[in-house]
C-alpha cells in the first residue's frame, strides 16, 4: 500500500492544479469510470422518459394534420398551450392515425392493460417485456419513469441536505465556543431519533401525502452527518494563512466563510454526498415498500416493489425493480469510493 501511494504521488504532474489531479486519479479507477458511465445512463434513461415509454405517439398524422403528442404535453405542463377539443381524455392507442411513431414501450407508467386477467397473461411477454403488475401496469415503463423520481428524490434530498448541513457545519466550525457547543448539542439531539421511523411517522400523520414531502423529509433529516463533517474540515482551514490575511485585510466574517473558508472545505463533503444519494434512494424504496412512500398513482421503484407483496407468484415485480436499485444504489458507491480515493491527502504528499 506505502509503495502504492508513493508511486501515485511521484507521477503527479509539474505544476498540476488539484482539480487535474483528482480527475487523473478517478480515470485511473475502472469501477468508477463504468459506475459514471453507468449513472450517466441512468440520468439520460431519467430525461427521456417520457420519449422511451409513454401511450402517446412522438410524431403522429391524425386527420391530415402532423402531431407530436409527447412534446405538446410538456407544453400543456407548462401551461403555455392546450390539448385540441378532440384530442381530450382520448385512447391514443385505439385513434385511427393515418401513420404514427410510438415510443419503444408504448405504454405509460399509470396505463393499464385491462384484457390481462391471468398470472400468465401478466408475465413477461413480447406485449410486455418484463411483464405487468396486478392492474396491468407495464413495469418497464414503470421503471423507466421511476428512473426520474429515484434521482430527483436523490439529487433534491441530498440538496436540502447539503444546505443544511454546510450552514450550520461552517458556523459552528469557524465561530467555535458557545456556538459551536449549540450546534453540536442540537446535532446530538437530531441524531438520537430513529430517522427511518421518525419520517414513517410524519408521512403518517399527514393526510395528503407526496413526492415532495418525501424528498423534504429525507433532506431535512439528513444533515446531521454533513454538518459534523463540514465543522471539521472548516477547524482545519480556518487557521491557516490565507484564512488569517482575509481577516487581517478587514474582510467581512461572510465574504472570508463564503469566499475563502467554505470553497477549500467543501470537497470533501460534496464526496459524501455521493453516498448521500444512496441512502436517499434507499429510503424512498423502503418507504413506498412499507406502503408509507409516494402517493399510490406515482409509479416509484419502490412502489413496484410494493407491488410484489400481494402478488407472490410476480417474480418480476420483485426481481426487476430490485435490481434496478441495486445497479443505481452500487454505482454511487462506486464512485463515491473512487472520489475519496482520488481526493486521498497521502497520494498529493
Not at 401478466?122 to 413480447?126: D, L, V
Not at 407468484?313 to 434496478?324: E, F, K, N, Q, T
Given at each position: 500500500m506505502f509503495r502504492k501511494t508513493k508511486q501515485a504521488a511521484a507521477e503527479r504532474h509539474d505544476g498540476e492544479s488539484y482539480g487535474a489531479f483528482v480527475r487523473r486519479?478517478?480515470?485511473k479507477n475502472t469501477f468508477g469510470i463504468i459506475s459514471l458511465y453507468v449513472v450517466s445512463f441512468i440520468f439520460v434513461i431519467a430525461v427521456f422518459a417520457d420519449v422511451l415509454a409513454n401511450e402517446k405517439p412522438i410524431v403522429a398524422s391524425y386527420k391530415g394534420e402532423t402531431i407530436f403528442p409527447v412534446f405538446k404535453e410538456y407544453a400543456v405542463d407548462l401551461g403555455i398551450a392546450t390539448w385540441d377539443k378532440h384530442l381530450l381524455n382520448v385512447d391514443?392507442?385505439?385513434l385511427e392515425y393515418d401513420w404514427a411513431v410510438f415510443p419503444p414501450v408504448p405504454y405509460s407508467p399509470e396505463t393499464t392493460d385491462k384484457m390481462l386477467v391471468s398470472l400468465k397473461e401478466?408475465?413477461?411477454?413480447?406485449k410486455h417485456w418484463l411483464g405487468t403488475d396486478d392492474i396491468g401496469r407495464d413495469v418497464m415503463s414503470g421503471l423507466i419513469h421511476g428512473s426520474r423520481y429515484a434521482l430527483s428524490i436523490g439529487f433534491v434530498a441530498m440538496g436540502i441536505a447539503l444546505v443544511i448541513g454546510v450552514i450550520l457545519g461552517a458556523i459552528a466550525g469557524y465561530f467555535g465556543g458557545t456556538i459551536d457547543i449549540a450546534i453540536s448539542r442540537i446535532i446530538e439531539i437530531v441524531i438520537t431519533f430513529p430517522r427511518f421511523f421518525l419520517i414513517i411517522t410524519i408521512v403518517a400523520l399527514v393526510e395528503q401525502g407526496s413526492i415532495w414531502l418525501i424528498m423534504a423529509l429525507i433532506g431535512i433529516t439528513g444533515w446531521t452527518n454533513?454538518?459534523?463533517?463540514?465543522?471539521g474540515e472548516v477547524l482545519r482551514v480556518r487557521n491557516l494563512d490565507y484564512v488569517s490575511a482575509a481577516t487581517a485585510l478587514g474582510y467581512s466574517t461572510p465574504r472570508v466563510i463564503f469566499r475563502h473558508v467554505l470553497p477549500n472545505a467543501i470537497a470533501p463533503v460534496l464526496i459524501y454526498a455521493a453516498f448521500g444519494i444512496v441512502s436517499a434512494i434507499l429510503f424512498e424504496?423502503?418507504?413506498s415498500f412499507l406502503g408509507f412512500g409516494v402517493p399510490p398513482t406515482v409509479v416509484t421503484w419502490g412502489s413496484v416493489l410494493f407491488k410484489a407483496r400481494s402478488s407472490?407468484?410476480?417474480?418480476?415485480?420483485?426481481?426487476?425493480?430490485?435490481?434496478?436499485i441495486f445497479i443505481t444504489v452500487s454505482a454511487f458507491n462506486l464512485i463515491g469510493d473512487a472520489l475519496r480515493d482520488a481526493t486521498d491527502p497521502r497520494l498529493r504528499s
Open positions: 486519479q478517478f480515470r391514443w392507442r385505439r401478466r408475465a413477461p411477454s413480447a454533513i454538518a459534523r463533517f463540514m465543522r424504496s423502503a418507504l407472490t407468484y410476480s417474480w418480476w415485480l420483485a426481481v426487476y425493480p430490485g435490481l434496478m
